[in-house]
């Protein structure tokens, strides 16, 4: 069965590379510890578009990236600091670079998995010389669960991946209402609102102060386009009408509707 799942990470990591015959070596930011924590940052911006089969990453998210890696890195010495926390444990991390960009991201993903699968081997002591005596080499510690990445789209694509060798995994700042559905996506966790309960708060502002116009100012990215056509749709109220053309029917059912909303509150589309 072990077998089975490393001739399976090892395909896969063919078919992610694709075309490229040499990726680019990624460099891995990684604290010891008792307890290994993952993380996925977009250290660097995603590859050019001649640049993507060779998933060369762009220039540095110094604001972005270098600021997450290091406020990982700051949480965890605060942790270890401090005895009351978690008394003789100290959590490690290994941090990798996602780019933003779903290959890479894959590829990195893949890494945490075959070190979690060559420690599992050397515990049940399946790891062996070729003289058939046991191995005293130790490789790194496997990793408890995955923080990030950040895109949501990215995170689906990983948690499809770590799923598979039951590895939590938590967002920061994927939104995505797809991740709610815990039959797809039963190891995946978030700190940050979804698309729908953002869109339910901006609702509830527009309500309480009685907004007659709002205009939104959003990015080209899905999951801010998804809270703003969500925020539309739950401030619409469809007419009921019947399959008849019965507009005299439908106007007394418009004049009802307006007359039961303040005329500061009311927008007719």
Same mark, same amino acid.
């Given at each position: 069965?072990?077998?089975?799942?490393?001739?399976s990470?090892?395909?896969?990591?063919?078919?992610?590379r694709?075309?490229?015959?040499s990726?680019?070596?990624?460099?891995v930011?990684?604290?010891?510890?008792?307890?290994?924590?993952?993380?996925?940052?977009?250290?660097?911006h995603q590859?050019?578009?001649?640049?993507?089969?060779?998933?060369?990453?762009?220039?540095?998210?110094?604001?972005?990236?270098?600021?997450?890696?290091?406020?990982?890195?700051?949480?965890?010495?605060?942790?270890?600091s401090?005895?009351?926390?978690?008394?003789?444990? $100290?959590?490690?991390c290994?941090?990798?670079?996602? =780019?933003w960009?779903?290959?890479?991201?894959l590829? #990195?993903?893949?890494?945490?998995?075959?070190?979690?699968?060559?420690s599992?081997?050397?515990?049940e002591?399946?790891?062996?010389?070729?003289?058939?005596?046991?191995?005293?080499?130790?490789?790194?510690?496997?990793?408890?669960?995955?923080?990030?990445?950040g895109?949501?789209?990215?995170?689906? #694509?990983?948690q499809?991946?770590?799923q598979?060798?039951?590895i939590?995994?938590?967002a920061?700042?994927? $939104?995505?209402?797809d991740?709610?559905?815990?039959?797809?996506f039963?190891y995946?966790m978030?700190?940050v609102?979804?698309?729908?309960?953002?869109?339910?708060?901006?609702v509830?502002?527009?309500?309480r102060?009685?907004?007659?116009?709002?205009s939104?100012?959003h990015?080209?990215e899905?999951?801010?386009?998804?809270?703003?056509?969500?925020s =539309?749709?739950?401030?619409?109220?469809?007419l009921?009408?019947?399959?008849?053309?019965?507009?005299? #029917?439908v106007?007394?059912?418009?004049?009802m509707?307006?007359?039961?909303?303040?005329p500061?509150?009311l927008?007719?589309?």
């Open positions: 069965m072990v077998l089975l799942l490393i001739l990470v090892l395909l896969l990591k063919e078919n992610v694709g075309s490229a015959q990726s680019e070596r990624r460099v930011a990684h604290m010891p510890g008792d307890i290994i924590i993952g993380a996925l940052f977009s250290v660097h590859p050019t578009v001649d640049k993507v089969h060779e998933r060369k990453c762009g220039a540095v998210r110094e604001q972005y990236g270098i600021q997450r890696v290091e406020a990982m890195l700051h949480t965890l010495e605060r942790i270890n401090d005895p009351t926390l978690l008394p003789n444990i $100290t959590l490690g290994e941090i990798r670079d996602s =780019c960009h779903s290959a890479v991201a590829e #990195q993903s893949i890494e945490f998995i075959r070190d979690s699968l060559i599992s081997e050397e515990e002591g399946l790891v062996r010389c070729v003289d058939g005596s046991s191995s005293s080499f130790r490789s790194k510690k496997p990793i408890v669960g995955v923080i990030g990445p895109s949501s789209s990215v995170a689906i #694509q990983v499809n991946l770590l598979l060798f039951n939590p995994q938590i920061y700042s994927a $939104t995505s209402m991740l709610s559905d815990k039959t797809l039963k995946f978030r700190v609102p979804s698309d729908a309960q953002q869109a339910r708060a901006m509830d502002i527009v309500k102060y009685n907004w007659t116009y709002v939104a100012v990015t080209e899905v999951e801010t386009a998804s809270v703003l056509h969500i =539309c749709s739950s401030l619409s109220r469809p009921k009408r019947s399959m008849s053309t019965d507009y005299a #029917q106007y007394g059912n418009s004049h509707m307006m007359a039961s909303y303040s500061r509150s927008i007719v589309i």
